[in-house]
């Protein structure tokens, strides 16, 4: 009888068993759909058009994948993904503009990765279908068995051969311009260009790829059929502006709002010219496109391994000088002379009170801007702390700047085009054509003064020599500065400043360079 209660207890127990399938479901993650939007990107900038999509709908990502490239009208900006999820849809497709702040895709994530997001970048969709009234259930009508269909017959003549077999024929599909074969740089400049890439497939690259040029030959084509149209009608043609070239539109607008002061005068580089050649004879080999292989009888490491040269890309490299990177450094000397012309307008922020005066930001380095041209448009990438590299490094930058402005569409990035612009902008336009002087515009933001550099050439100065004269190269330099900072006393006293390390190219040699 002693074992008669232990046992009742244990049998009148529930069993702890079934509490391990009775868990509810609401303890499982649940997914939600998130909206990711565009976020600002900072330099005023309110919209920017997608280049690329580096994902397809119900692509799984993982943080900081990569989602899309968008371009804005001063660089191209990689979107990466804030968390782990799959990708539901996309809302904007390639080609098309995003606002800031719009959707650009939906991504369905777990809900608790989403807790605390910034509700700039995501914002929640509300997926969930309402819940209807509640009805009596409906009787379930019965269903018959559908019997399975017939096994398909095994025709072999039916059967898709092996592409090694010898008597293999590649099917011909109609395919739409996303399924052809082209690189994504070719896809967006046949979208700039209103070509259909389905109709110029297969194209001449490997494999049928179709390449830039194949797009060219097509809009040649085109144009020389349109021209003969417009010249038999006489009709007038409406060509819309690009995306980078509308920022220009814009830009050069705002440009009304600074008072300019100009200033022209020449620099005689006479002592530059005779220098360039030694300069490049003497070029780092790390910065040549091929190091020449030579024999050194003494070993330099033989002690101790001596400091390698540091690896530089092949868009970095180059054969010869020229004047630019030269004229770069020596103003940048003397723009830590000047530190008037080492500073930028401090940008007004929500917090800036109204009765604020404006004030300067003095920067500790010199940050000159480039005007580069390019296919898509005018960019000005900028070179920071030019006074702490040498001539030949200044040269490598300017030759990588070169090599992303050919890239359709355009290869600068934040890297070369940073928030924060330079100071000072410098616009080689003598590298175009004849013209010695200018008259270069300063738009907002783009630091407190500009100068266009122009053809350097041969003049007969009759102010040297013992009377007779003496032949000297001189290069025209045509500057705009912001009179709201600049006056012009200072704008002269600092060209000439610039004068005294450009004509005497020697003081540089006591720096160090």
């Known amino acids: 009888m002693m074992f008669v209660h232990p046992l009742r207890r244990l049998i009148g127990r529930p069993a702890l068993v079934s509490y391990f399938h009775s868990t509810p479901n609401s303890w499982a993650s649940r997914k939600v759909v998130q909206k990711f939007k565009l976020a600002d990107i900072g330099e005023g900038i309110t919209e920017c058009e997608v280049i690329k999509w580096s994902v397809k709908p119900l692509a799984t990502v993982q943080a900081f994948d990569p989602l899309c490239e968008v371009q804005s009208d001063k660089a191209s900006v990689e979107i990466t993904s804030p968390f782990d999820g799959v990708v539901k849809e996309l809302l904007v497709q ?35 279908p309402p819940a209807p009234a509640s009805q009596p259930p409906s009787p379930v009508p019965e269903s018959t068995p559908t019997p399975p269909p017939p096994q398909a017959e095994h025709d072999v003549s039916q059967r898709r051969r092996h592409p090694m077999d010898p008597e293999f024929v590649p099917e011909v599909q109609n395919m739409g311009s996303e399924n052809v074969f082209a690189a994504p740089s070719v896809r967006h400049f046949a979208r700039q260009s209103g070509v259909d890439l389905a109709k110029l497939a297969p194209g001449s690259g490997k494999d049928g790829r179709i390449e830039k040029q194949d797009v060219q030959a ?7 059929a349109q021209t003969s149209e417009h ?17 220009m539109w814009k830009a050069m607008v705002k440009s009304l709002e600074i008072p300019h002061f100009g200033y022209s005068t020449t620099l005689d580089i006479t002592a530059l010219h005779n220098l360039l050649p030694i300069l490049n004879a003497h070029i780092p080999q790390h910065f040549l496109p091929s190091i020449p292989s030579s024999y050194m009888p003494v070993n330099p490491s033989a002690i101790y391994p001596a400091p390698s040269p ?23 000397k003397s723009m830590i002379e000047w530190p008037l012309f080492r500073s930028s307008i401090t940008p007004v922020t929500s917090s800036t009170p109204a009765s604020q005066k404006p004030t300067l930001t003095i920067r500790p380095q010199a940050d000159i801007s480039i005007a580069l041209s390019t296919p898509t448009g005018l960019y000005t990438p900028t070179l920071q702390g030019v006074n702490a590299q040498s001539i030949y490094s ?23 085009m940073p928030k924060r612009g330079g100071t000072l902008t410098v616009s080689n336009v003598g ?3 004849a013209g010695e002087f200018a008259s270069p515009v300063l738009v907002p933001g783009g630091g407190v003064a500009i100068v266009a550099i122009g053809r350097a050439k041969w003049v007969w100065d009759v102010e040297r020599g013992d009377g007779s004269g003496e032949r000297r190269l ?19 006293a600092f060209v000439e400043c610039w004068r005294g390390y450009v004509e005497v190219p020697e003081r540089l040699i006591a720096d160090s360079v």
């Open 310 to 332: 540091p690896q530089v890309p092949a868009s970095h490299q180059f054969t010869r000088l020229t004047y630019l990177p030269i004229l770069l450094k020596t103003l940048s």
């Open 431 to 433: 590298a175009l054509g």
């Open 394 to 416: 200044l040269s490598s930058q300017l030759k990588h700047l070169s090599h992303l402005g050919r890239q359709t569409p355009c290869g600068l990035s934040p890297k070369e």
């Open 231 to 247: 010249t038999q009608a006489g009709a007038d043609v409406i060509a819309e502006l690009g995306r980078t070239r509308y920022g």
């Open 218 to 224: 097509y809009l040649s084509s085109e144009s020389a």
């Open 94 to 128: 390639e080609g098309e503009v995003a606002k800031v702040g719009s959707g650009l895709c939906l991504i369905e994530v777990d809900e608790e990765v989403v807790v605390g997001a910034d509700p700039s970048t995501v914002e929640p969709v509300d997926t969930a």
């Open 474 to 492: 001189k290069v025209g330099v045509s500057w705009s500065a912001d009179h709201r900072v600049v006056e012009g006393a200072e704008l002269a």
